[in-house]
Structure formats: structure tokens, C-alpha cells
């Protein structure tokens, strides 16, 4: 049997299921996943914590894990360090644009 018969066979459910299996086992990997949607809201101008508190949600209700205390932590570290997550996002941007 091909790969994609192989993976036709899979319901949405299981592949669903395997998705929340892998997100518990491998942090990374949601904070992957959380990264990229916290992204997607910040390109159309949601505010840092806003964004990420929002990619926190879906990854919680669609996955079940916990990904609002990562970036809650950076968050705070940031803050301690004197920076702030949007604002250094500014300053790479304007540095790539003066390229």
C-alpha cells in the first residue's frame, strides 16, 4: 500500500488525536505551532501579548496544552531585561528595511 493510502485510511479524529498526542509529549512542537498562529495575528497588527494570549486559546481548546505560560514567562523576562517583545521586533524590522 502507497503512503497515501496509508494516510487516506486515517480519520479526522485520529489524525486529530495524534496531533494532541504529539503536542503533550513535545513541547516544542506546540510552542511551534503557537508560535506560528501568534505570528499570523501579529502581521495584521494584533499586539504582542494580545496575539499570543489569543494563540494560547486555540492551542488549549484545539490541542489541550498549556502554551499561555511560555509566553507569559517571555513576557516577564523581557520585561526584567528592560526590553519588550514588539518593540525589539521593530528594531530587527527597521534594520532589515534600511538593507
Known sequence: MSAINT?????????MQTLRDEMA??????????????VLLMDEGVEWMKANERAAS??????????????RQIYEDFQVDGGYPPTMAEEARSRILEL
Open 58 to 71: 486555540f492551542m488549549h481548546m484545539a490541542f489541550n496544552v498549556d502554551t499561555l505560560s511560555r509566553a
Open 25 to 38: 509529549l513535545v513541547e516544542d512542537y506546540a510552542w511551534t505551532w503557537h508560535c506560528n498562529i501568534a
Open 7 to 15: 494516510l487516506a485510511t486515517y480519520t479526522a479524529a485520529q489524525a
